[in-house]
């Protein structure tokens, strides 16, 4: 299929090509063709589908779909008039972030003459999209929690209760069905070879042991345990991963392990990278093929928020980089934040430059569901800059400790939970991302979790899905580069 884009905001095409950009890939449209209204040609483009965003449709040109443009890429733009209001309105269940319903009329009307069919949406996809993707209110809400993160309370999803919705997906999948519509050939692209979705699991490695010899004095009544544990007596009971491995290979899972290589802060000091059990461990993973990404440290992301004078964040994010691919001798599939501590689009701006493939932070920390509105990797937009970035994001679906530290659930009830938002990722074909913490396994301190990441396993494997790191198929492969 091929789609002309005829817009009206010259101001803001960058913004409005993304979107509309991030549609075509999603959906598997052929050609995508830009054009503004102003450099209309005599004519119509050459196209199979005609489609207009902008106050009116072209005068010029008779366009199949219209999409009316509300007021986000305008004087607002950037200014906290340009969020969304609560309470939204709804079209069919649909939630609406932008847009107004026109008097009279519906929100959406289809029109016929002469067997052609015309549609017209006032509900605006694409500020709902740009909104969503770009993470824009993080842009212009500053509260953040003690980590310097933005809180799963400040956003409009949890409000409206959206949260665990992959609202941008949903409006994906509406364009979808207008353009199936018009022609009833067109099928939305299968991008995972016929399996349902992927399934991408991610280990963090941020405690590989229990018991450290810096941590001795504080093991108290368990002195005994931990010093056969340090001495190699016995196994230290966060030391998991032989277990871990059996289970992945035991469901057809081939996971990435993320590992940090540096940072100050408190929180980073789990472990050394260069320690000899760490370069075995390593060694281990990747004959068993799993992935090796890096783990920026907490202290990096900080230091995006300190003045001019001190350590620059640059430095810090590329001498983490740079120890990283001394020790391991590999260049890192992708990264994640530790904490999941990421600022929008400052983190994206160091991750860019540093050629970085991908990134899988964006999640809430104290809540499972779709931050982004989507369960589809993307490419990243700066949204301040009005730039699109390289940098794919691949979100994160649900991370363990959201259950057990955060929202202190019991395990039925966090298997229930992801078995829902399981549902939605296969509705949408797209990528359930979870984060299981090695340690979580252990039965010694969080009992009953191991078995509902084996559960969990077990149920996603009954639906077939590609049990790997989803960007193999997306983007012609991430294997492992080596560094000579």
């Known amino acids: ?74 004087a607002h733009y950037m200014k906290p008039q340009s969020l969304p209001c609560l309470p939204l309105e709804h079209w069919n269940e649909l939630p609406i972030l932008y847009g107004k319903k026109p008097e009279p009329g519906d929100w959406v009307m289809e029109s016929a003459s002469g067997g052609n069919v015309s549609i017209t949406s006032h509900i605006d996809l694409i500020a709902g999209i740009f909104f969503l993707l770009t ?3 993080e842009l212009l809400i500053t509260e953040r929690d003690r980590y310097k993160r933005f809180p799963a309370e400040m956003s409009l999803l949890t409000h409206a209760h ?63 345990r931990a010093i056969s544990c340090l001495l190699g007596i ?15 290979r035991q469901f057809g899972v081939r ?33 068993n093929g799993c992935g090796i990404g890096t ?8 230091s995006l928020f300190r003045g001019k004078k001190a350590l620059s964040a640059s430095g810090a994010f590329a001498r983490e980089l740079a120890h990283f691919i001394s020790v391991t001798r590999n260049v890192p599939i992708g990264s994640r934040q530790h904490y999941l501590g990421i600022r929008v689009p400052d983190t994206w701006r160091q991750l860019e430059a540093l050629a970085i493939s991908f990134d899988t932070t964006l999640g809430f920390a104290e809540s499972p569901g779709f931050r982004c ?56 074909r797209g990528v359930f991302c979870l984060l299981w913490h090695p340690y979580i396994l252990s039965g010694e301190d969080y009992p009953g979790w191991k078995d509902v990441y084996r559960r969990f396993l077990e149920m996603a494997a009954e639906k077939n899905p590609l049990a790997e790191n989803p960007m193999e198929s997306l983007i012609g492969g991430t294997q492992t580069k080596q560094v000579k």
């Open 162 to 224: 959206l949260l665990e919705r992959p609202l941008s997906d949903e409006y994906a999948d509406l364009f979808a069905s207008w353009l199936k519509r018009l022609l009833p050939e067109f099928h939305p692209r299968e991008p995972w070879g016929g399996r349902p979705f992927a399934l991408y699991v991610t280990h963090d490695v941020d405690a590989p042991w229990k018991y450290t010899w810096r941590g001795l004095p504080s093991a108290k009544g368990n002195l005994g």
């Open 295 to 302: 783990h920026f440290s907490l202290s990096a992301h900080l």
């Open 135 to 137: 993470r824009y209110e």
């Open 373 to 428: 509105g989507t369960c589809r990797p993307f490419h990243c937009f700066d949204a301040e800059r009005g730039k699109p970035l390289s940098l794919v994001e691949i979100p994160l679906t649900v991370m363990d400790s959201t259950f057990i530290h955060y929202l202190r659930t019991n395990p039925e009830e966090a298997l229930e939970r992801m078995q829902a938002l399981l549902a939605q990722v296969e509705r949408h």
């Open 255 to 287: 996971a990435d392990y993320f590992f940090m290589s540096g940072g100050s802060h408190p929180l980073d000091r789990g472990y050394a990278i260069g320690s000899a059990p760490i370069r075995r461990l390593l060694r281990e993973l990747r004959e």
């Open 234 to 248: 016995s196994q230290d009971p966060y030391w998991t991963f032989p277990e871990l491995l059996k289970l992945d």
């Open 1 to 74: 299929m091929r789609i002309a884009i005829l817009y009206s905001n010259t101001g803001f095409a960058q913004h409005i090509r993304y979107v509309f950009t991030w549609m075509a890939e999603t959906l598997g449209i052929e050609s995508c063709q830009f054009l503004s209204y102003a450099s209309l040609p005599e004519g119509a483009p050459d196209a199979d589908v005609l489609v207009s965003y902008g106050p009116e449709r072209p005068a010029a040109c008779p366009t199949n779909i219209h999409i009316s443009e509300s007021g986000l890429f305008w």
